[in-house]
């Protein structure tokens, strides 16, 4: 397949796809690429739809991406095929697909590429694509304390935090 061949594929997946999993498969894809080219062997040490989730710009389980056949019949054989891989295909495939890339303006992928992260105005962006409000209202009864007979103030349970804000707590402090 010929670089114009390329970049119609990648384009018609970014079209089909646009958004934060795609652009960090692709990226966690070329990180691989390079993996491959430093170390001359087969890099792919996951699943193909977990590439962007261990390689990518934005590391998160939520973030798997499968993408269509086509694109994986494009991949899969540079990552996981035995013998040697040209630099410069691999250069040239490089300049091509990240000046598309920029040309469509992607959101997370062209801002990724200087620093292998995204910058922290899109951390936020990125982290508000998985967050999804319920379709109605969930009412939750609240529960009275017991009375008790005698006259001693009963402390009141405290309140848990959600799973999803300690994940998120502790990732922040992490950072």
């Known amino acids: 397949m010929d670089l114009s061949g390329i970049n119609d594929l990648i384009l018609k997946e970014y079209a089909s796809a646009k958004g934060l999993l795609f652009e960090n498969h692709l990226y966690g894809c070329f990180t691989l690429l390079e993996q491959r080219i430093d170390s001359s062997g087969i890099v792919l040490d996951c699943s193909f739809d977990q590439i962007g989730v261990s390689h990518g710009f934005f590391k998160d389980l939520r973030t798997g991406f499968t993408g269509s056949t086509d694109y994986q019949s494009f991949w899969l054989p540079l990552l996981s095929a035995e013998g040697h891989l040209e630099e410069n295909y691999v250069d040239s495939l490089e300049d091509y697909i990240f000046d598309a890339m920029r040309d469509i303006s992607s959101v997370f992928f062209a801002p990724a590429l200087d620093t292998g992260e995204l910058p922290e105005d899109l951390l936020s962006v990125a982290e508000a694509t998985f967050i999804t409000e319920p379709a109605e209202p969930v009412l939750v ?12 103030p009963v402390t009141p349970i405290q309140k848990a935090k959600g799973l999803s804000k300690t994940r998120k707590a502790a990732r922040l402090q992490g950072t």
């Open 141 to 152: 009864k609240r529960r009275r304390l017991p009375r008790t007979r005698n006259k001693h």
